[in-house]
C-alpha cells in the first residue's frame, strides 16, 4: 500500500514569514493530493489539492507543488497569520480509490 | 448545503452499553466513510462506503458496526466498547473516485466519544 511521509512534525515561524511543509509518497499510481487544515478541537478542512497532471497549484497565501518523478508534494503558505496556526495533513489516494492515506501532520505555530 | 452533520457532538458510554453515530450529508455524494482521530494523530479509515454499499473494512472490530441506510445517511453502531475506543470518530463524504479524477473530502465536526 501507499506510505505517506510528512515533516517537519511541528513548525514555528515568525507571522510574515513563510512555512512549507513537504510530504513524500510511495506508490507511483497515486495521482491526487490533497492537504487539509484541522484546528483546535475542529474538523479537518481541505485548503487546497493537485492531481497528478498539474505541477503546481496556488490560491492565494498558500501553494502546493508536486514532484512526480521525486514523489513528493509540499504546502508553502506565504505572509503567515496568527490563524494559520493548526495542524496540517498531507494525503495521497490515486484514480478510483476511495482510501485517503494521510501524513502524520505537521503543527504550525505562527508567533505575532 | 455543503456540510456533514454529525449527532451527537459528545457521547460518554459505558462499556455494556450501546449506542449510535450519526452522520447526514445533502451534497449528492455517494461516498461516505468513518475515520477514527486519537489526539495529535491523523485520521485513520475504518469503513468505506460507496454507492451504499460497504467497500472498505479496515479490519475493524466487530464491536463497531456501520450502517448505510440510504445515500445520505451513515451510522456507526457501537457496542462493548473498550476504553482504549475513546476518540474523536469523523464521518466524511465525497463523490466517489471517478475515472482519472478523485475528490477530496468534506469532514463533518465528528461526535468525540469517551468510554468509561
Known amino acids: 500500500g501507499e506510505n505517506v511521509e510528512q515533516h517537519p512534525s511541528t513548525l514555528s515561524v515568525q507571522e510574515g514569514d513563510s512555512a512549507v511543509i513537504k510530504c513524500t509518497y510511495s506508490?507511483?499510481?497515486?495521482?491526487?493530493f490533497p492537504w487539509y487544515k484541522q484546528e483546535l478541537g475542529k474538523r479537518p478542512q481541505l485548503i487546497i489539492d493537485i492531481r497528478s497532471n498539474v505541477g503546481e497549484k496556488k490560491d492565494q497565501r498558500i501553494a502546493v507543488t508536486l514532484n512526480k518523478t521525486a514523489k513528493h508534494f509540499s504546502l508553502h503558505i506565504t505572509e503567515t497569520q496568527p490563524e494559520d496556526s493548526a495542524v496540517y495533513f498531507c494525503a495521497a489516494t490515486k484514480y478510483n480509490f476511495n482510501k485517503f492515506y494521510f501524513g502524520s501532520g505537521t503543527k504550525l505555530n505562527v508567533k505575532p | 448545503d455543503t456540510e456533514v452533520t454529525q449527532t451527537p457532538k459528545h457521547l460518554v458510554m459505558g462499556m455494556t452499553n450501546k449506542k449510535s453515530l450519526k452522520c447526514e450529508q445533502h451534497?449528492?455524494?455517494?461516498?461516505m466513510y468513518w475515520y477514527k482521530q486519537k489526539a495529535k494523530k491523523p485520521p485513520e479509515l475504518m469503513f468505506v462506503?460507496?454507492?451504499?454499499?460497504?467497500?472498505i473494512n479496515e479490519s475493524v472490530p466487530s464491536r463497531f458496526s456501520p450502517e448505510c441506510p440510504n445515500s445520505s445517511l451513515l451510522n456507526l453502531h457501537l457496542h462493548a466498547l473498550q476504553p482504549e475506543d475513546s476518540a474523536l470518530y469523523l464521518c466524511?463524504?465525497?463523490?466517489?473516485?471517478?475515472?482519472?479524477?478523485?475528490?477530496?473530502?468534506?469532514f463533518g465536526s465528528g461526535t468525540r466519544l469517551t468510554v468509561v
Open positions: 466524511a463524504s465525497s463523490h466517489p473516485g471517478q475515472g482519472e479524477f478523485n475528490y477530496g473530502y468534506t
Open positions: 506508490d507511483s499510481a497515486s495521482n491526487y
Open positions: 462506503y460507496s454507492y451504499e454499499k460497504l467497500s
Open positions: 451534497m449528492g455524494h455517494r461516498a
